[in-house]
């Protein structure tokens, strides 16, 4: 206990913070005063500059006008000695004032990477994970703290003599992956357990403040409410105000100061009264020791009580506060203490069983372990398409995050038809806006832990009580929100008995289940389900042990599976393989084909095996704006204008290649030569050539293959009873030849070129043309079947209905333009089509053979009120085949915008253009985008990524449009 001291007023003046960033405070009813803003950096070569909490070393330097942009050319390789070979010790003042007999308590919610925290010159503690926060009780620091007017000095110094073992538990990602930046640097402070570990930054990356816990009172340091679904397994919708309600519990974390204290908990919840239905609770007054506590209270909830918490696309997302109240025993109101959290009720099972089979259900209610029937998600009943992307960090650079950026990104999810996010486990845990922003938009999380693979740095060590806290300390920071529907362990690592694997099962997942049984919880990212250790039907945890089948392979597991990826190729970079086939024949890219060939099947659904997809994927690039904004203009091309760097191992498709050379364009992981060799062939572009024009062909080409071929792998799977699609990935953590749909996205002021949040990429329109959509159609060729002929003159086309337990009655259209001619559609095929509840049903048709060649063919499906749900031009040819007049495109942009921030735009061509694409550095985006345009005007909105920004100015100068005319094949009109 701090018994003469308390926080008075900080010597320094903070900077405006991001107050959205920060996690739950450990709530008091003292004082909570943040040391967040501006603190001192200091080393032996450089400084003092001013550095930023929350924040990294890389950006202060950057804002110190030390370093450029570390993203520039090579700068971040060049200038890696200013942060990795000193020790950098941040440091602030403060002022403590004389007071009564509270306990203070230090609290870092994030720092990245070892380090060591001292006050007034003693070490009060030292910090090695990351994602854990560290509190230290300043009792027993009391005689070396002082009063007076910024007497005290807190400083937290970075071990650069790598004696502080990390385990790896930092972002695996660190020091690159193949689309982020390789750093030159390594830290071998756990040689002994995990190994070495690539770095890059460091820094203070979350909140510092300092708690004041009054005598008698206590620090409310977690609340975990956790819903349970008291009404029968469901597998029809459930309906707001007719279901089996719902249990509330909700355990609170907290910590008593020496002495112990005694009162009481109240549980409050924001949902309408219902007769008996209370909508709180209380606990009997309770006598606790010093240390850490905890309380749970449990109350029920019924149907007439609350709404349901549904997916993005299937219905509302409605939110609730639950309120957690400790009023002590002597009910001084001084020390009693509130703290609060959101949720929503839903009902989630990952369904690996025949759950349309009633007798099954019935039998299996209690079964322990899982099926093999598949894989699929179950909300409230409704039998849900899971479709999404797999998400990164959005920066190596923690200085760079911030709540909006993380809100866009989501919203961005949702907008381009997404229901499903999965946090991959080689990034971070996120900030709580990204997560509140999921609860709001309807994305669903599938979540891995923060570990990567079966050896390695970033594997888990069961003996660490640290990695054992961090577990504990996310699960119960993260587990109110409804968006986060499964837990698993890691990220292709196979977890097999008898092996060091299974520390995943035994260690990993045990205390996550310990901690959150309201949640599937899964073994791996992919997994093959449990032995033993959860319920059937729910894959919730139950008492037993979890037990795991094993064996398999890192990408395929059975029910669920990774890959195939076609990768960027044919020039050397640091991920390519210098053949240009490595682009869809590396061991991984196998079954790209254009046109798809398709063989009829079943007509599919939940009742039949199914396979759930979280990762697979295509390269591209991301555009002349984004990666011109790290590039000096004398690199503006793909091939950066100089000689090429040497790369190791040329011929392999797969791996890092170690480059030797200072050409920026080999460290942006992928080269774009090999698909665009194979899918555009000859053109007017010249891949080595420089500057703006050239650069802008060359990425348009790149952008538009990834989009291509992605949406040839994607519409094939969309036949094949798979009820999960999670593309690698959504976004880019860097500009780079990467696998995001959506760009580079930081906050303004750190790179220029960048759209906040992420500019969409061609393939993230693509998504909210068609890919994405419950309900789209499409063609190809007939595929060969044993023992029959491949019916001449045929196109083969299916229409595949994915909408959650619901039927599709609309109309199915294909519309076929000459290229060379004057705009007008000839409607080739037009038929009312009936297709049974979704997800998973398939009608399949057929039309004369349509020539790509020369005539674009676009499918429009429409629903029962005539509303379009899909659109998109099919793909019969690859684009080195396609013949194309050159087109005329132009855009004007209406003289203001309109009342909700939208601008129209017109867009005009005299012929027919494909694949039409606007690009402006205004932050926003298109109400469509990539599009077919048959010689004729279509209006379309911009649309500003927050209702806060207003660049209509930006938008003006900064537009600009290309089609598919500009940079055609040269010889495919021969």
């Known amino acids: 206990m701090l018994s003469f001291l308390t926080l008075g007023s900080l010597a320094l003046t903070t900077v405006a913070m991001d107050t959205a960033l920060r996690d739950y405070p450990i709530e008091t009813s003292g004082s909570i005063t943040y040391l967040d803003g501006t603190w001192t950096a200091t080393s032996s070569s450089t400084g003092p500059i001013n550095a930023t909490v929350p924040g990294d070393i890389i950006t202060d330097l950057q804002m110190a006008k030390v370093i450029p942009d570390p993203y520039l050319d090579i700068t971040w390789l060049q200038n890696s000695k200013l942060w990795h070979n000193q020790m950098w010790t941040y440091s602030k003042s403060f002022t403590l004032s004389a007071q009564d007999s509270s306990t203070m308590m ?135 105000g007719s279901h089996g309600g719902f249990d509330v519990n909700v355990t609170v974390h907290f910590m008593v100061p020496s002495g112990g204290a005694s009162g009481s908990f109240s549980v409050a919840g924001s949902w309408t009264a219902d007769g008996n239905s209370k909508t709180s609770v ?21 149907a007439a009580q609350i709404k349901l918490w549904w997916p993005a696309g299937v219905g509302a997302q409605p939110l609730y506060n639950v309120s957690v109240t400790y009023t002590p025993a002597s009910a001084t109101t001084s020390t009693s203490v509130t703290a609060v959290r ?49 998400m990164v960090p959005m920066d190596e650079l923690e200085g760079r995050l911030d709540s909006e950026s993380h809100r866009i990104l989501v919203k961005s999810s949702a907008d381009a038809g997404m229901n499903t996010l999965r946090v991959w486990g080689g990034g971070i845990f996120y900030p709580g806006a990204f997560y509140d922003a999921c609860d709001e938009y309807g994305v669903m999380i599938y979540h891995d832990m923060q570990f990567n693979g079966n050896t390695g740095p970033h594997t888990p060590v069961n003996t660490s009580m640290t990695q054992a806290n961090e577990l504990r300390h996310q699960i119960r920071r993260l587990s109110h929100h409804p968006s986060i529907v499964l837990w698993d362990s890691c990220n292709e690592c196979v977890v097999t008995p008898n092996t060091s694997s299974i520390v995943y099962a035994t260690f990993v997942m045990t205390i996550v289940a310990q901690e959150d049984r309201s949640r599937v919880v899964w073994p791996s990212s992919p997994g093959p389900g449990w032995v033993t250790g959860v319920n059937r039907l729910y894959v919730t945890p139950n008492e037993n042990n979890l037990t795991v089948h094993g064996g398999g392979h890192i990408w395929n597991q059975g029910i669920e599976t990774h890959a195939p990826y076609q990768l960027g190729s044919g020039w050397p970079a640091v991920n390519s393989g210098q ?18 060939q398709y063989t009829p099947g079943g007509p599919g659904g939940v009742a039949y095996k199914n396979l759930y997809a979280s990762e697979f994927g295509t390269g591209g690039s991301s555009s002349f704006e984004s990666m011109a904004g790290t590039l000096s203009p004398s690199h503006w091309g793909l091939h950066g204008g100089m000689a090429p760097d040497t790369c190791a191992d040329p011929d392999a498709c797969l791996g890092l290649h170690n480059c030797t050379g200072n050409n920026p364009m080999a460290q942006r992981n992928y080269a774009c030569d090999g698909q665009i060799h194979m899918y555009w062939g000859n053109s007017s572009v010249n891949l080595d050539a420089t500057g703006e024009a050239a650069f802008k062909g060359q990425t348009y080409q790149c952008q538009l293959i990834q989009a291509f071929v992605l949406k040839q792998v994607y519409e094939y799977r969309r036949t094949q009873n798979q009820f999960g699609h999670l593309v690698w990935m959504l976004n880019e953590i860097w500009p780079t030849v990467g696998w995001g749909s959506l760009e580079y996205g930081p906050p303004p002021g750190f790179t220029s070129g960048q759209v906040r949040g992420g500019r969409w990429k061609p393939l993230h329109y693509f998504y909210k043309q068609s890919l994405m959509t419950d309900v789209m159609a499409t063609c190809g060729a007939p595929a060969k079947q ?40 000839k409607v080739i095929f037009e038929k009312q089509m009936s297709l049974a509840e979704g997800p998973g049903p398939v009608e399949w048709f057929n039309v004369s053979t349509i020539n790509g060649n020369k005539t674009a063919t676009i499918s429009t499906v429409k629903d029962e009120e005539g509303n379009v749900i899909s659109e998109h031009m099919i793909q019969l040819v690859r684009p080195n085949s396609i013949c194309v007049p050159a087109a005329n495109v132009s855009f004007k942009i209406a003289d203001k915008p309109n009342a909700d921030g939208t601008v129209d735009i017109t867009v005009v061509s005299d012929k027919v253009a494909l694949w039409v694409t606007l690009t402006t550095y205004a932050q926003g985006r298109f109400s469509d985008n990539a599009f077919f345009l048959p010689a004729t005007t279509k209006t379309i909105q911009y649309i500003p990524m927050s209702s806060a920004v207003n660049d209509f100015d930006v938008l003006k100068q900064s537009l600009r449009i290309e089609d598919f005319s500009m940079y055609r094949p040269t010889n495919a009109c021969q």
């Open 342 to 390: 959101r949720l929503g009720f839903r009902v989630f099972a990952l369904v690996t069983v025949n759950d349309t089979d009633a007798a099954y259900i019935t039998a299996n209610a209690s079964a322990d372990g899982t099926d093999k029937h598949g894989m699929f998600f179950r909300v409230n009943g409704a039998a849900v398409y899971s479709r999404g992307a797999n």
């Open 786 to 825: 044993r023992g029959q002929k491949i019916v001449p003159n045929i196109t083969q086309c299916f229409v595949s209905n994915h909408r959650p337990s619901r039927m599709f009655n609309g109309t199915v259209t294909l519309t076929s333009y000459e290229h060379f001619g004057d705009g007008t559609g």
């Open 579 to 596: 053949l240009d086939s490595c682009f869809d024949n590396a061991g991984t890219g196998n079954g790209v084909m254009v046109p798809n």
């Open 282 to 302: 209380s606990s009997q007054i309770q006598s606790f020791p010093a240390g850490e506590n905890q309380v749970s209270l449990t109350m029920q909830v019924t």
């Open 106 to 240: 230090l609290v870092f919610d994030g720092v990245k990477m070892a380090a060591t925290v001292s006050i007034n010159s003693h070490v009060v503690g030292i910090i090695r994970d990351q994602f854990l926060r560290y509190t230290f009780d300043l009792s027993t620091f009391a005689g070396n703290l002082v009063q007076g007017e910024n007497a005290n000095v807190l400083e937290v110094k970075f071990d650069s003599d790598q004696k502080i073992p990390e385990d790896g538990r930092f972002m695996a990602c660190t020091g690159g992956w193949d689309w982020a930046p390789y750093s030159n640097t390594i830290t071998n402070s756990s040689g002994n357990t995990t190994g070495p570990a690539s770095t890059f930054s460091k820094g203070i990356w979350k909140s510092v403040y300092i708690v004041e816990v009054p005598q008698s009172s206590v620090a409310i340091t977690h609340i975990t409410p956790h819903t349970r679904y008291l009404g029968s397994y469901p597998t029809k919708p459930l309906e707001d």
